[in-house]
């Protein structure tokens, strides 16, 4: 498939958020991206206008663009919402799925796995972002899609901590969830429609805490902070 420079800027772009190599609200320079991409301005405001519908920037008016923030309240809708559109999702996948999306779905969790053995928090972030928008076109819903959309852009944001485990006991974790992405697939090819929603409340809680220290980081040592207002 020939990709031009638009599409290049745009896949490019959506990679760049995703992996946090641009961070969350930030501003994003046009003469900067425009000699980075080969680009004019105008297909490069039309690139950010894309992404912007797609739920990966904000636009304001003589403001320019930057990436969508992921502030308290954001944070807030995200944890209230992810689970009930992600098991609505999931049985609706296990409903509609059809022989060709069930080997894509395969062929990423292979990939995944194969990352995951290799320790490698950025493609395990980006493969289990792609499996679980194969589930969402699995589903088939105009309604449900662009939330489940908007989800996984914060979902895949804050996941690099649960893809950089610091011991032994988050290794296994990381593991376990690639076991369970097993199990959906087993779950989906099954029509099994009341295991892959406990699967899938499973999955999320899973990572729930560890995406959690993403905007909720280690509180500072109380004596230390005092000594050093003391010194």
């Known amino acids: 498939m020939i990709v031009n420079k638009k599409q290049a800027c745009q896949q490019a772009l959506v990679h760049r958020i995703l992996t946090l190599d641009i961070s969350p609200g930030s501003m994003l320079d046009e003469t900067l991206l425009s000699e980075q991409y080969g680009l004019s301005r105008t297909p490069l405001r039309e690139v950010f206008h ?57 062929d990423t ?11 490698e928090p950025q493609d395990m972030a980006m493969y289990n972002h792609r499996f679980h928008a194969i589930i969402g076109e699995m589903a088939g819903n105009p309604y449900l899609s662009p ?33 369970q992405h097993d199990a959906m697939i087993d779950a989906i090819i099954t029509r099994d429609a009341k295991m892959i929603v406990e699967l899938t409340k499973d999955h999320w809680e899973l990572s729930r805490d560890r995406m959690e220290k993403f905007v909720r980081p280690d509180p500072l040592d109380v004596d230390l902070v005092l000594k050093q207002a003391g010194e």
Not at 63 to 78: A, E, I
Not at 80 to 91: E, K, L
Not at 109 to 119: G, L
């Open 147 to 179: 939330s489940l959309n908007r989800l996984l852009i914060d979902h895949t944001r804050m996941s690099q901590m649960f893809y950089k485990p610091i011991n032994s006991k988050e290794r296994l974790l990381v593991w376990e969830a690639c076991d």
């Open 50 to 106: 894309k992404l912007a519908g797609d739920g990966y920037l904000t636009q304001a008016e003589n403001r320019g663009s930057k990436v969508s923030s992921m502030d308290l309240t954001s944070m807030r809708n995200f944890f209230q919402s992810a689970p009930m559109i992600y098991s609505a999702v999931a049985q609706l996948a296990v409903e509609n799925a059809n022989s060709s999306q069930v080997s894509e779905l395969k």
């Open 109 to 119: 969790q292979a990939r995944f796995r194969k990352a995951s053995e290799a320790s």
